[in-house]
């Protein structure tokens, strides 16, 4: 399973743009890099997903280097309803035989007024 | 469009008790999931499917059954609860590899 290292907790102001980083040193070549918002007492919610570069979508852009040993999710202008916590997944779900997915612990990501 | 359902929403039981969790999905998605939250804790995967009759095996099985007998619905079991069991339990489906759209989940409590 490839595992993924994220800060527990971050810290940002209403309006600043925020970056969490997820190491994933053992990432396989068909893998691919994916986050998750979940809020309290809700189901987790698709963000974004990569497979290298950059990938920007309307809510966020992911940034993979060359190497893709880790990727950097960018939220742009948060909003005090960005509080959430952040999941960084690693791994190709089924294609022919299955491999598991991983939620880590998450970054808990608090905006400030 | 309902997307993911789950059923029932909060259950206590008793240790020893059986129940049976309802994930129904109405987006004709082959891959489904059952997770389970433990408080301040990320997700961990119990177990799995691939497709219509096929189930497998994830990070924490034991102690936990499933079955996909139809496609849209994935059914998590549990034959003896134990208080270890008390978590909340997520059901996602997904059409393709890792963009899953995940439930309300379910609060369980074991007495």
């Known amino acids: 399973l490839a595992k993924t290292t994220q800060p527990i907790s971050m810290d940002s102001y209403e309006g600043q743009e925020v970056n969490i980083t997820c190491s994933h040193n053992n990432i396989a070549t068909n893998d691919y890099i994916t986050w998750y918002q979940q809020f309290p007492s809700q189901g987790p919610r698709f963000i974004i997903q990569?497979?290298?570069t950059k990938v920007t979508n309307e809510v966020a852009s992911l940034f993979i280097p060359a190497d893709r040993k880790s990727s950097t999710l960018s939220l742009p202008r948060v909003s005090l309803s960005d509080t959430a916590v952040y999941y960084c997944?690693?791994?190709?779900?089924?294609?022919?035989?299955?491999?598991?997915?991983?939620f880590g612990s998450g970054t808990q990501l608090t905006v400030l007024p | 469009n309902a997307g993911v359902t789950q059923t029932p929403k909060f259950r206590v039981l008793k240790t020893g008790q059986s129940m049976t969790l309802l994930c129904a999905q109405d987006m004709n998605h082959e891959y489904m999931y059952w997770y389970r939250q433990d408080p301040g804790m990320g997700l961990r995967l119990i177990h799995y499917s691939v497709g219509e009759g096929t189930t497998a095996k994830g990070e924490v099985p034991d102690g936990y059954n499933v079955s996909r007998l139809k496609k849209q619905n994935f059914l998590l079991g549990l034959e003896s609860a134990a208080p270890s069991q008390t978590s909340v339990y997520f059901c996602a489906s997904a059409g393709r590899a890792d963009e899953q759209f995940f439930g309300p989940g379910t609060r369980l409590t074991v007495l």
């Open positions: 990569g497979y290298k």
């Open positions: 997944l690693v791994g190709v779900a089924f294609s022919g035989s299955a491999r598991q997915l991983t």
